[in-house]
């Protein structure tokens, strides 16, 4: 494909809107486009209406979970729950229930990641051992103490670095894994025997909605949550075990908190197309596809860069780019043009990052929307900078 090219003395004259856009324009980092052919009235609607107790909602929240088992060929050894509160409220609640048996050591590399920093700081008074590192780069993993409990982001969705696989977490580690794989799942092979408790959210690889978080355990999350009880109390939407036993119904479709089940029929979709194009090893390769394209758009652009310029952690789901002399006003105002011309939404990186652009280039995206978006950035860069 042959894209438009900034030219010599294009800064003097009214730049020229490329011909062709993207046919679905959506970017967001989350929620995130939805998958090819989706409409809602495509969606499975029995269990609408009716109590998520009976068995046909029992029946529908059980096949979604086996649908993600399949879909992540999870062994047998991890249970996998639907829980209240997106990636957010899956993540605090195995905080709140497993740490506090032994240190902790939390990374942050982005926003998400201090955000666990400050709940095991301020909310759990926790004294854990911190190691962070700049926007775009990754702590020292050879540092960490696996004596701990480590918390982490697989794939940080505000930064756009994840850490390159699972080889730095030890097989002997005594301290559990915590992953937040909001933006991992689907997108990476996650080595599972290295996982002991992963969060994620169907609002990013699959496209579903928001509002409801998964929660996955490994048997030492399990043996963990059985054989300790936290010094604070928890609120019912935490609350895991009973009678020192796990609640194994959170993990069969018995959910905590009444879900809704619009929302699961919407994951079901998502996972069923999934399974459809044939499955993880699919997903994986439409965002490798995608991030490739988008490399080659950044390649050819002296004024765009990556955020993460070290390939071997940059992420290739929510890709973070830097712009040249760019202000928070000028991406502002970038994002903002691309937005009013229905080429691109919701493009603007992230408030608590620098100043630059986050392109989602999740399963649920077409790689030639991608391609297509390249001339638009051209047509936005120019119409600025030569206002």
Same mark, same amino acid.
């Given at each position: 494909?042959?894209?438009?090219?900034?030219?010599?003395?294009?800064?003097?004259?009214?730049?020229?809107?490329?011909?062709?856009?993207?046919?679905?324009?959506?970017?967001?980092?989350?929620?995130?486009?939805?998958?090819?052919?989706?409409?809602?009235?495509?969606?499975?609607?029995?269990?609408?209406? *009716?109590?998520?107790?009976?068995?046909?909602?029992?029946?529908?929240?059980?096949?979604?979970?086996?649908?993600?088992?399949?879909?992540?060929?999870?062994?047998?050894?991890? *249970? +996998?729950?639907?829980?209240?509160?997106?990636?957010?409220?899956?993540?605090?609640?195995?905080? =709140?229930?497993?740490?506090?048996?032994?240190?902790?050591?939390?990374?942050?590399?982005?926003?998400?990641?201090?955000?666990?920093?400050?709940?095991?700081?301020?909310?759990?008074?926790?004294?854990?051992?911190?190691?962070?590192?700049?926007?775009?780069?990754?702590?020292?993993?050879?540092?960490?103490? =696996?004596?701990?409990?480590?918390?982490?982001?697989?794939?940080?969705?505000?930064?756009?670095?994840?850490?390159?696989?699972?080889?730095?977490?030890?097989?002997?580690?005594?301290?559990?894994?915590?992953?937040?794989?909001?933006?991992?799942?689907?997108?990476?092979?996650?080595? =599972?025997?290295? +996982?002991?408790?992963?969060?994620?959210?169907?609002?990013?690889?699959?496209?579903?909605?928001?509002?409801?978080?998964?929660?996955?355990?490994?048997?030492?999350?399990?043996?963990?949550?059985?054989?300790?009880?936290?010094?604070?109390?928890?609120?019912?939407?935490?609350?895991?075990?009973?009678?020192?036993?796990?609640?194994?119904?959170?993990?069969?479709?018995?959910?905590?908190?009444?879900?809704?089940?619009?929302?699961?029929?919407?994951?079901?979709?998502?996972?069923?197309?999934?399974?459809? +194009?044939?499955?993880?090893?699919?997903?994986k390769a439409r965002s490798h596809a995608n991030a490739e394209a988008l490399d080659k758009i950044v390649a050819h652009r002296p004024w765009l860069g990556h955020l993460a310029e070290d390939k071997g952690i940059r992420s290739k789901t929510s890709v973070c780019l830097t712009v040249e002399g760019a202000d928070a006003d000028f991406i502002k105002a970038f994002a903002g043009s691309l937005e009013k011309e229905g080429a691109a939404y919701d493009i603007a990186g992230y408030r608590d990052a620098p100043?630059?652009?986050? +392109?989602?280039?999740?399963?649920?995206?077409?790689?030639?929307?991608?391609?297509?978006?390249?001339?638009?950035?051209?047509?936005?860069?120019?119409?600025?900078?030569?206002?």
């Open positions: 494909m042959t894209e438009s090219m900034p030219q010599a003395g294009a800064l003097a004259r009214t730049p020229t809107q490329p011909t062709r856009k993207p046919a679905r324009p959506f970017f967001s980092s989350g929620p995130c486009a939805k998958p090819p052919g989706y409409s809602p009235d495509k969606l499975a609607t029995a269990s609408l209406g *009716r109590s998520h107790r009976a068995k046909i909602g029992k029946t529908r929240l059980q096949y979604c979970i086996d649908l993600m088992r399949e879909l992540l060929q999870l062994p047998d050894t991890h *249970r +996998i729950g639907i829980v209240p509160g997106s990636d957010t409220g899956a993540f605090e609640m195995a905080m =709140w229930t497993m740490l506090g048996a032994r240190g902790v050591t939390t990374l942050a590399w982005e926003s998400f990641g201090e955000g666990w920093v400050t709940d095991a700081v301020k909310q759990l008074k926790l004294e854990p051992n911190v190691i962070r590192a700049d926007y775009g780069q990754l702590p020292d993993l050879d540092k960490v103490d =696996w004596s701990d409990d480590v918390l982490f982001t697989w794939n940080g969705t505000t930064s756009g670095v994840r850490v390159p696989d699972g080889e730095w977490i030890p097989d002997d580690r005594e301290g559990l894994s915590f992953a937040d794989a909001t933006s991992a799942v689907f997108a990476y092979d996650l080595p =599972w025997d290295k +996982i002991d408790v992963a969060t994620f959210s169907w609002q990013k690889v699959l496209g579903g909605e928001g509002g409801h978080g998964v929660l996955i355990l490994g048997p030492r999350a399990v043996q963990r949550l059985e054989e300790y009880t936290p010094a604070w109390p928890l609120p019912k939407v935490f609350r895991l075990v009973s009678k020192g036993k796990l609640t194994e119904g959170v993990f069969k479709g018995e959910t905590i908190n009444t879900p809704s089940m619009l929302a699961v029929e919407d994951a079901i979709f998502a996972l069923e197309w999934a399974k459809s +194009i044939g499955g993880a090893d699919a997903l100043p630059g652009l986050r +392109i989602w280039c999740g399963a649920t995206v077409d790689t030639a929307d991608i391609e297509a978006l390249g001339p638009w950035l051209d047509w936005a860069w120019e119409s600025l900078k030569g206002a």
